[in-house]
Nanobody, 125 residues
Framework: VKLVESGGGLVQSGRSLRLSCAAS????????IAWFRQAPGKVREGVSC????????FTADSVKGRFTGSRDNAKNTAFLQMNSLKPEDTAVYYC???????????????????WGQGTQVTVSS
């Protein structure tokens, strides 16, 4: 399994960014693609996740209304649309893949077996 993120960068507060996660080698039909972020000195935080088999999307309360996860199954790619960015959104953003994850464990990093290399998002005030 290989996950490759792209789309990070430096933006001003209030602007938008769209992250992409290109996935390959995933064979399980019951898998979930998730977005996590980790700021310096902080724990890795779940942001959004998508169950690929039925398209159900879960979004963390901390970003609800500003961030939206989506996927293009034909291209094996997941996206994270981030609007109204704030300086506190500054972090390295990772996509992750895992299979047979219960709803209660969707935002827990140990639930995921595969991780991308991460992409830096920096929001200036």
């Amino acid at each position: 399994v290989k996950l490759v993120e792209s789309g990070g960068g430096l933006v001003q507060s209030g602007r938008s960014l769209r992250l992409s996660c290109a996935a390959s080698g995933i064979s399980s039909r019951d898998h979930t693609i998730a977005w996590f972020r980790q700021a310096p000195g902080k724990v890795r935080e779940g942001v959004s996740c998508i169950r690929i088999n039925d398209g159900t999307i879960f979004t963390a309360d901390s970003v609800k209304g500003r961030f939206t996860g989506s996927r293009d199954n034909a291209k094996n790619t997941a996206f994270l649309q981030m609007n109204s960015l704030k300086p506190e959104d500054t972090a390295v953003y990772y996509c992750a893949a895992g299979s047979f994850i219960t709803a209660a464990r969707l935002m827990h990093p140990p639930s995921y077996d595969y991780w991308g290399q991460g992409t830096q998002v920096t929001v200036s005030s």
